[in-house]
């Protein structure tokens, strides 16, 4: 049985820029503006990643303006760490810094095992295959925890 919808989700990944982007972006076109939806990374020290931009423009997601940052960034631009209902961590990284930063806080981190495609594949559509992947482990999590979006 799907769960509700909380009013605010951070993701979490390592750099902001593969992982927590594409689950960030995913689950705005999948549930509109319902939840408060953001991303960040342990580090901010990557810019977007071009595959990532790719497999989601296949389904109608937009990530090309995203702005990697890093959970101190995020808290410096005035996003505070308490403001959020649900911490979803994608690496065993982010999981780790998510628990150090919300231990004072009454705050969920739950942790998904997604995978990280960078630096898989040889070619470019054996590197697109593996983002796939990437990108479809989101959103049968995403799905599960939520259920089906409605139209």
Known sequence: ????LPQSVLFCCDHN????PMAEGIMKKL???????QSVGVMGDMDIDGFS??????????????RTRSFDEMQEWGDDLSSFDLVV???P???????????????DVVYWPIMDPTGLGETREAKL??????????MTHLKHRWG???D
Do not use: K, W
Not at 31 to 37: E, I, M, N, P
Not at 129 to 138: E, K
């Open 93 to 107: 990284a982010s999981q780790r810094r998510a628990l150090d930063l919300t231990r004072v806080y009454h705050l």
């Open 31 to 37: 549930y509109g503006s319902d939840t408060y939806v």
């Open 148 to 150: 089906e979006p409605e």
């Open 89 to 91: 961590a994608l690496s």
């Open 17 to 20: 820029a593969v992982r927590s």
């Open 53 to 66: 931009i790719a497999v989601c423009e296949e389904i109608g997601v937009e990530l090309s303006r995203h």
């Open 129 to 138: 295959n593996a983002y796939r992947q990437t990108r479809d482990q989101i």
């Open 1 to 4: 049985m799907a769960e509700p």
